[in-house]
């Protein structure tokens, strides 16, 4: 126990208050040898690391020497990389083979190789007899998290653009750059894996001067592998990115442009400071809630964690302020000192979520936690819109809207692997709208224009007048002997060619208007396939068209399945409804009587499907005999199968809705 109360006394004197494992142990009355020691060691680190790290003394950084910076790249192009020799050559981790990823904390990210989630690091670097505050951001490649790259953006006076010397422009790499420019953010255009055998700068740097007019003599050439030319980046980061337009004489003003939640502390915010400073024990308010907190910690992030004593004007850090709910950190709230208001910062504009599925506890019982982990979640990533959604077959669950199929396919695995929850996710869909007449329906849907978020939810048919399915411009850059068979692929997917720019002598970028709901599933895929994995990808909004959608609902012996309603366009009607109908049959058990299938529209039926009655031989016992004896019993048989089909229920099994639902069609 004594050992206890040392640890105890060791984290009161460091953080302010005692030890929660600790305080756990002694309740307890003790537990074996091994966990003690396993205890006393992860305590010492503890003690050990923020002692050391509680020595950053922020006041030495004016805001002249300020530098706050994002990286931004397509997918591969070495961000991550980059971001861990940066970190060496500061100083903020030593140099070890087994840097990789330093930045990269989610377990998804560290087993797909990608990043999704921005993560911000605090840097020390000496130039020309100056400390230098330069904080990171590392901001996702993939186009399903650009929600995170804006947000970036907003802390940010600069930025890195990574472009890969083997590869070249990629698609993300333009709509990154376009991103930067809007800001109106200083760019640093930079060459990454020189040091590759098919590396080719000259050529890429002429692919970058044509498409965003950068000059090739102001593009840095760098090997992020071996740390060539990283400490010339350094430089030029301090060089070319202007400090922070902050004024330290101003009231606390605070962008909270990022969080996420832990289950003992709360709510933990990413803060970039705009004006004036901010200290543990000072009371902040949330301009969103108008609800006051007093600052328990706050640090930077170097790379984890490290306790300060203040945060000053145009730095870039953290605070925990006891928020308890998931709720209350609201990304791109303004923060201020208690009594000391401001004018509230435009904060961010919202996400659209492009993509949205149903997500059901596999048991009705673990409804609550799963409400939990979605809502703790959201905080981390506020791009998710939540919906309550309930399901006669699944129970009550949400609707959720994601950025992309990437993105719902992460959020899901975050689910399972952060909180522990297992979950049946159907299939995606996208938001339809519709215009409706009649003073009637305008009234029930409060408008003439009703977004369709569940195809079952359809107003009735007869009240509508349009139909309206979301749309978006397509890029794809390719090497130019594959654009004859991109175009046929989009033209397949109903698309049509808006604007088609030739790179360089062997690569173009192709631009198409494509429905949204037909690059869902296997659009990549087929791309990818078509041009050897060479075409890169991405897409952006492009509002909505009018179209001529048909709802297609399912029947069972008669009976409707609102889960298996769908929304289909005229032209893929029918071969939708005969593959769904197959394969219901395959998935459904057998009954003791037929259960038909039926793909419906209006009264109309267009495929159709039967599972077969399992079958009782009741002339089994007949050894020979008059043939009337063995119809008798067939006709009783029939009867009874016909009785039963009148009274019997169909009841689907969850794993033949998850099946279907999850697979594409």
């Known amino acids: 126990m004594f050992l206890n109360r040392q640890f105890c006394l060791s984290c009161k004197i460091l953080r302010g208050r005692s030890c929660g494992i600790s305080e756990k142990f002694r309740r307890y009355g003790g537990e074996s040898l091994s966990r003690l020691k396993r205890i006393t060691t992860w305590h010492s680190g503890v003690i050990k690391r923020n002692y050391h790290k509680a020595k950053v003394e922020m006041s030495q950084f004016p805001v002249e020497n300020i530098r706050n910076f994002s990286i931004i790249a397509h997918v591969d192009h070495g961000k991550s990389t980059l971001a861990d020799r940066l970190l060496e050559i500061t100083g903020v981790i030593s140099k070890d083979d087994e840097n990789k990823q330093v930045l990269d904390k989610l377990q998804v990210e560290k087993e797909r190789g990608i990043t999704v989630k921005a993560q911000t690091a605090s840097m020390v670097y000496q130039l020309d007899g100056k400390k230098y505050l330069l904080n990171l951001i590392d901001t996702p490649g993939h186009v399903d998290f650009n929600y995170e790259v804006s947000r970036s953006l907003s802390a940010c006076q600069g930025v890195i653009l990574l472009v890969d010397a083997n590869q070249g422009v990629q698609a993300q790499t333009v709509a990154n750059f376009y991103l930067a420019f809007e800001s109106d953010l200083p760019v640093i255009p930079v060459l990454n894996k020189i040091d590759l055998k098919n590396a080719q700068p000259e050529q890429v740097a002429q692919q970058m001067e044509k498409l965003f007019e950068i000059s090739p003599d102001q593009i840095l050439k760098i090997s992020a592998k071996n740390g060539t030319g990283c400490e010339d980046l350094l430089q030029a980061i ?128 673990q409804y609550r936690n799963l409400q939990s982990a979605i809502e703790q979640l959201t905080l981390n990533d506020s791009s998710v819109s939540v919906n309550r959604d309930s399901s006669a077959a699944l129970g009550q669950g949400w609707r959720l809207g994601f950025l992309g199929l990437l993105h719902m396919d992460v959020f899901s695995q975050r689910l399972e692997q952060e909180h522990d929850a297992s979950v049946i996710m159907t299939s995606p869909n996208v938001p339809y709208k519709v215009k409706v007449s009649g003073a009637k329906s305008i009234k029930q849907y409060g408008g003439e224009e009703v977004i369709v978020l569940n195809p079952s939810q359809l107003p009735d048919p007869v009240n509508i007048t349009e139909y309206l399915e979301p749309m978006v411009v397509g890029t794809v850059i390719t090497p130019t002997q594959y654009a004859g068979e991109i175009t046929r692929l989009c033209l397949k997917k109903r698309g049509r060619e808006k604007d088609r720019v030739e790179i360089d002598e062997s690569r173009a970028m192709c631009q198409y208007i494509l429905p949204l709901a037909e690059i869902l599933v296997d659009f990549y895929d087929q791309l990818k396939s078509l041009t050897s994995g060479y075409a890169s990808f991405d897409y952006e909004d492009f509002g909505y068209e009018v179209t001529h959608l048909t709802q297609l609902k399912i029947l069972l012996n008669g009976q409707e399945v609102d889960e298996l309603t769908s929304l289909v366009h005229n032209s893929n009607l029918k071969h939708f409804a005969h593959n769904l109908c197959a394969k219901l049959k395959t998935d459904i058990p057998r009954q003791l009587f037929d259960i038909r299938i039926q793909a419906t529209v209006g009264s109309k ?25 063995k119809k008798k019993l067939l006709k009783a048989q029939a009867e009874g199968k016909k009785k039963m089909r009148l009274i019997g229920k169909v009841s689907i099994p969850k794993d033949t809705f998850i099946n279907v639902m999850t697979r594409k069609t």
């Open 238 to 365: 301090v060089h070319r990115i202007p400090p922070p337009c902050s004024d330290p004489s101003k009231p606390f003003k605070a962008l909270l442009f990022d969080s996420w939640f832990t289950k003992y502390r709360g709510a933990v915010a990413n803060i970039a400071v705009i004006d004036g400073s901010v200290k543990k024990g000072d009371k902040v308010v949330s301009s969103f809630r108008k609800k006051s907190y007093e600052v328990q910690e706050l640090g930077i992030m170097h790379p984890n964690e490290t306790v300060t004593h203040e945060l000053y004007a145009g730095q870039v850090g953290y605070i925990i302020t006891g928020m308890k709910t998931a709720k209350e950190a609201q990304v791109g709230d303004t923060l201020y000192l208690d009594k000391h208001p401001v004018e509230a910062l435009p904060g961010f504009r919202p996400a659209k979520p492009m993509v949205f599925a149903g997500v059901f506890p596999t048991n009705q019982s």
């Open 605 to 629: 039926v267009i495929a159709k499907e039967v599972v077969k009655q399992y079958r009782k031989d009741v002339t089994a016992k007949c050894y020979g005999g008059d043939v009337q004896r």
